[in-house]
Structure formats: structure tokens, C-alpha cells
């Protein structure tokens, strides 16, 4: 892959790391309620996703799944199912001050691992159900790869995007703590897990519209 390619490679690919869709909505969320430490560490679920994306892709078989109507049905509405579940929660979901001050005790307490595995497991499972990942990778990475010395070059490619990826989540996990600053109060608290639960509500339905890429 020539550098000049490389170079062109760079701004489309971090524009595309840097969109607002339903996982960097999530490490915005994640860092406001739970601080920039969790929202990051949370967000290597997404990675995980990603990379097995770009492996699915590289081999091949990713042009195969968008080719079949019935596996990008199921994982279109199967992914647009989760993020309205999502969305659904994040809306009705109490602030931290409102659960503590209501004398509610559970019978186990999360613990922080717990949390982090419960957040990571939530990025994975968005990052996985959008089969518009696949797209990019299907469609977005071929444009830069060297047939000569395809397998290198689509695993600098795929390294190139995961580590962007991670600037970007990085860059709204901090928006995110930022912004919890400024909503620590109840009230202000609870119209933001509103706001990101109507945000991620839209994604899901957007997500149900997507068409399959004609063949």
C-alpha cells in the first residue's frame, strides 16, 4: 500500500470513527454517568466487535453476509431490537443520587468489575448488530488495499481503525465526563439518561430502515 493512499486512508477513516452514531453515543453516556476510566475501558467490547469484523471482512465473508437478504434481516432488526431495548433503559433509568436516596438495598451489590463487564458487553453487542460496520469494511477498506499484498495491507488497515477508533471513543468519553460535570443534580441527570435513551431509541429505528445493499 503506498503511502500517499495511506495518507488518504487517514481523514476518511477518523471522519468515519468520529460520526455520532449508537457506540459513540454509548461512550458518551458511559462517561458522563461513570466518568472517562469506565467509558474507555468499556468501549474495548466495541473494539473486540470491530476487529472480528474486520477479520469476517477481510476473509471475505462479509460481502457474503451483506449478499444474504435473510442474515442481514436478522441482524439488522436483531440489532435495532437491542438498541430501542437500550434506549428504553437509559430513558427510564433512575440517577445514581435518586437510587441512593431512596433507601433501596440490593442484594448484591455491582462491583465495579462487575460494571465494567456489563458496559463492555453493552459495546459489544451494539457494535456487533450493526451491519453497517460491515458495510465500511466491505466497502470503505477495499478502495485503499494493495492487491499485490492484500492480507498486509488490510491488517494495517483494520490496525489503523481500531486505533482511530479509540482516539474517537477516548475523545467522547472525555465530552461525556465533561458533561457529567454539569449534570450531577438529579433532575439535570435525569433529562440527559432521557436524552440519551430518545438518541438511542432513533438509532435503533434508523437502524430497522437501513436497506440491504443492492447485489
Same mark, same amino acid.
Given at each position: ?41 468499556? /468501549? @474495548? ?9 474486520? !477479520?469476517? *471482512?477481510?476473509?471475505? &465473508? #462479509? %460481502?457474503?453476509? $451483506? ?71 466491505? /466497502? @470503505? ?9 492484500? !492480507?498486509? *495491507?488490510?491488517?494495517? &488497515? #483494520? %490496525?489503523?481503525? $481500531? ?53
Amino acid at each position: 500500500m503506498s503511502f500517499q493512499n495511506y495518507w488518504l486512508f487517514l481523514p476518511a477513516c477518523f471522519a468515519l470513527n468520529m460520526a455520532f452514531g449508537p457506540n459513540n453515543m454509548l461512550s458518551l453516556s458511559n462517561g458522563a454517568r461513570d466518568g472517562m476510566r469506565y467509558s474507555v475501558l468499556a /468501549a @474495548f467490547g466495541r473494539l473486540l466487535a470491530f476487529a472480528a469484523m474486520i !477479520a469476517i *471482512s477481510g476473509l471475505g &465473508l #462479509g %460481502a457474503l453476509l $451483506l449478499a444474504s437478504e435473510t442474515l442481514f434481516t436478522l441482524l439488522k432488526f436483531g440489532g435495532a431490537a437491542y438498541l430501542v431495548w437500550l434506549g428504553v433503559k437509559l430513558f427510564r433509568s433512575a440517577p445514581i443520587e435518586l437510587a441512593a436516596a431512596s433507601g433501596k438495598i440490593e442484594l448484591r451489590p455491582e462491583t465495579p468489575a462487575d460494571k465494567l463487564r456489563r458496559l463492555a458487553r453493552q459495546e459489544f453487542l451494539v457494535a456487533a448488530g450493526n451491519p453497517k460496520a460491515i458495510l465500511i469494511f466491505t /466497502a @470503505f477498506f477495499p478502495q485503499f488495499v494493495d492487491r499485490s499484498a492484500y !492480507a498486509t *495491507s488490510f491488517i494495517v &488497515l #483494520g %490496525a489503523t481503525f $481500531l486505533l482511530l477508533e479509540l482516539i474517537a471513543i477516548a475523545i467522547y468519553a472525555a465530552i461525556g465526563a465533561r458533561l457529567g460535570t454539569f449534570t450531577n443534580a438529579a433532575g439535570r441527570l435525569r433529562w440527559f439518561n432521557r436524552a440519551s435513551g430518545t438518541l438511542m431509541i432513533g438509532f435503533g429505528l434508523l437502524l430497522a430502515l437501513l436497506r440491504r445493499p443492492a447485489s
